[in-house]
């Protein structure tokens, strides 16, 4: 909803302050989560768990206090009424499917309907038989194109969830990584193992700017784009990113098996691996890349290309990206268990565990996703010229 309010669509200096916005959206949120992970993490490990959930709850009540005081600035404009979206889109495919045995000549439609681009013409060619479906009402060259931008959507949504799956580790089991190992940090302080995570919304809120006040104007300087590099360009080094850190991961996994061993702490879990937290540092810091330049650019990019009465679909596609991501990453984690037990990658005992296996699965998962997107990648046209 926020978004909605916030983002405005339109001429080149109104799409570099879009895709400044979602920078700089994802900044305040990591700031809340900075604050989670450091301190309410830390209240709930050593003074309260009722004052832990109670913090929380008074600063949601006091913001969205501050949310009905900025009710008087919300911007918004009246669309007029419709057909649904989804019912335009769901037309156009029933069309072309009854109409699918007609081969039309092209200059009909160029002379009935007007002539679109070359490439998105040439595109899902199937959909163009929708126009001359004789017992369905008038279907315009628009709806035609709408159904192509949503059908263009499906591959590049699929292939991102390779940055979701890599992203759901973060909480789950680099958390159990680093509650294995040494804890001290500066000043002999012992981290919880949940605020972990606290590196990760560090390296983001020390990228989002370097990226949006230092690396897009540079760009911009090579490439001519307002955005500095364009928002696939974007998500694609968010994807490798997430395969890197999962390659990192598995590395500092292997370390890790290697010192319990040296030190003989194979069969004793709660006894600490004398190996630092900081070895987490590299692929903690890899996922705030992939989510600055991934998780952003998934956002931006959806919320962009979607015809403009589906915004909010835009953004649901962007949610579900992250959301299936972490049930495919729950699934393959079930999958795996059941299917090594009695000697699983998961045991309880991590020093017996294979996590390292795991973390390569992920990577080689990763890089076929990223294949998958680069192939793509290659063929989509922009809906509204994109950045």
């Known amino acids: 909803m926020v978004v909605s309010w916030q983002v405005i669509k339109g001429r080149s200096k109104e799409s570099k302050t879009k895709s400044s916005f979602f920078n700089w959206w994802n900044f305040g949120i990591c700031v809340g989560s900075l604050v989670s992970y450091l301190i309410l993490n830390y209240i709930q490990d050593n003074l309260s768990w009722v004052l832990g959930f109670g913090v929380p709850c008074i600063a949601m009540l006091l913001a969205f206090v501050v949310f009905l005081l900025g009710t008087k600035t919300y911007r918004y404009s009246m669309m007029p009424r419709k057909r649904s979206p989804f019912a335009r889109i769901g037309r156009v495919f029933v069309a072309a499917f009854k109409n699918r045995r007609s081969n039309p000549a092209t200059i009909t439609i160029e002379e009935e309907y007007g002539t679109p681009s070359y490439q998105s013409f040439e595109q899902f060619k199937f959909l163009n038989k929708a126009l001359h479906a004789a017992d369905e009402p008038l279907i315009s060259i628009n709806e035609v194109e709408e159904a192509k931008t949503v059908l263009r959507l ?53 990228f989002i700017p370097i990226y949006d006040r230092i690396f897009v104007p540079i760009a911009r300087g090579f490439t001519g784009k307002t955005s500095g590099i364009t928002m696939l360009q974007r998500i694609g080094i968010g994807i490798f990113s997430s395969s890197l850190s999962m390659v990192v991961a598995a590395l500092v ?135």
């Open 253 to 387: 996994e292997i370390k890790r098996l290697n010192t319990a061993q040296q030190f003989g702490l194979v069969d004793m879990p709660s006894a600490p691996v004398p190996m630092t937290v900081w070895w987490l540092l590299p692929q903690y810091l890899l996922i705030g890349i992939a989510d600055v330049f991934g998780t952003i650019g998934i956002q931006e990019f959806f919320y962009s290309q979607v015809p403009i009465e589906m915004r909010s679909i835009g953004l649901a596609l962007f949610l579900s990206v992250f959301g299936l991501g972490n049930i495919l990453s729950s699934f393959l984690v079930s999958a795996i268990d059941k299917a090594t037990s009695p000697n699983s990658w998961f045991s309880n005992n991590l020093n017996k565990a294979h996590l390292d296996y795991f973390y390569w699965l992920l990577a080689g998962l990763c890089a076929i996703g990223f294949v998958v997107y680069l192939y793509s990648a290659r063929s989509y046209i922009y809906n509204g010229g994109g950045i």
């Open 154 to 206: 499906v591959p590049l949504w699929g292939s991102c969830m390779a940055v979701s799956i890599a992203i759901a580790q973060l909480s789950t089991l680099f958390t159990k990584q680093g509650a294995t190992m040494d804890r001290k940090i500066l000043f002999g302080f012992n981290i919880p193992a949940a605020s972990l995570q606290s590196f990760t919304s560090l390296s983001i809120l020390i």
